[in-house]
């Protein structure tokens, strides 16, 4: 195992985000440049597991060409996607304990998909559009996990106005007008937050269709199940969005409900069969 394809670039890759979670909070100020050192140090963890998801996915140290999928890699290619969401958005939203909190998450989504790669489909043993349904779970899951990245940056940003405070913890001057914290309006941050809910709905309907129109014969499991109910709680929140101008705390609820229903529908049902049944997934 330890000779595996997979496992220097999962050994970078903790490294790194070993170094992102123990640089002390006080050397990264909101609103300063990332250190240069911790910044190389999160790309070459960030680059490195992207190499660690490639080679897992792809199955590249199978005997035969294939492709190979599991509830550890499902939350690796996640926790990658928001990360590399939060990297885009540093240096408006350079928040020290939010990028200790991925970089944690990151480490161990890592370590776990190492540890339980998942199963291997050979070539001919799955479907031609098998493929593009995995890409487009995997972007769902990436999408809401940005969108929640968000909803806690709101509700910190928003706890943070209330007690008076914003960016560094000073009290707010006039180059941070009111209604605006973490270096950007709370409305254009909650208005972000809802584009990715969005988008992810976008995703997960388009993987619930391919799954219904290639898949056969159609099943009913755990995995479809809690999909199509948290396909559901996301159409209720852009509705309610839209419709009755849902906002906050009331907008946070339906997503974090939508996200939680959509980590049971794969990783979870995953988890039960491979860990702890022992059974092989389809």
Do not use: N
């Not at 190499?51 to 509830?71: C, E, K, T, Y």
């Not at 799955?126 to 593009?132: E, G, R, Y």
């Amino acid at each position: 195992m330890i000779l595996s394809p997979t496992f220097w670039p999962s050994v970078l890759a903790v490294i790194g985000y070993a170094v992102a979670i123990g640089w002390p909070q006080r050397a990264e100020q909101t609103g300063h440049r990332v250190p240069t050192v911790l910044a190389a140090f999160c790309l070459l963890a960030w680059l490195s597991q992207a190499v660690a998801i490639g080679v897992d996915v792809l199955a590249l140290d199978a005997p035969q060409a294939g492709a190979r999928f599991g509830f550890a890699p499902a939350l690796s290619v996640t926790s990658w996607l928001v990360l590399g969401v939060y990297a885009l958005e540093s240096r408006r939203l350079g928040l020290p304990a939010v990028r200790q909190t991925l970089a944690l998450l990151a480490a161990v989504s890592v370590v776990l998909a190492w540890v339980f790669p998942g199963r291997t489909h050979a070539a001919g043993q799955i479907d031609a559009w098998a493929p593009l349904h995995w890409v487009t779970g995997f972007a769902s899951y990436g999408l809401i996990g940005a969108a929640l990245l968000h909803a806690v940056l709101l509700t910190h940003a928003e706890r943070r106005l209330r007690s008076g405070t914003a960016g560094s913890g000073q009290i707010p001057s006039p180059h941070r007008p009111a209604g605006q914290a973490l270096g950007m309006p709370l409305l254009r941050l909650e208005s972000l937050t809802l584009k990715f809910v969005a988008a992810g709905f976008a995703m997960l309907s388009l993987t619930l269709l391919l799954g219904a129109a290639f898949t056969s014969p159609w099943k009913w499991d755990h995995k479809t199940i809690f999909s199509v109910l948290s396909w559901c709680v996301f159409a209720v929140l852009l509705v309610g969005r839209a419709r009755f101008g849902w906002r906050g705390r009331q907008a946070i609820r339906w997503l974090i409900a939508g996200s939680l229903l959509l980590l049971l529908a794969y990783v979870g049902s995953r988890f039960v069969l491979e860990i702890l049944l022992h059974r092989p997934a389809a």
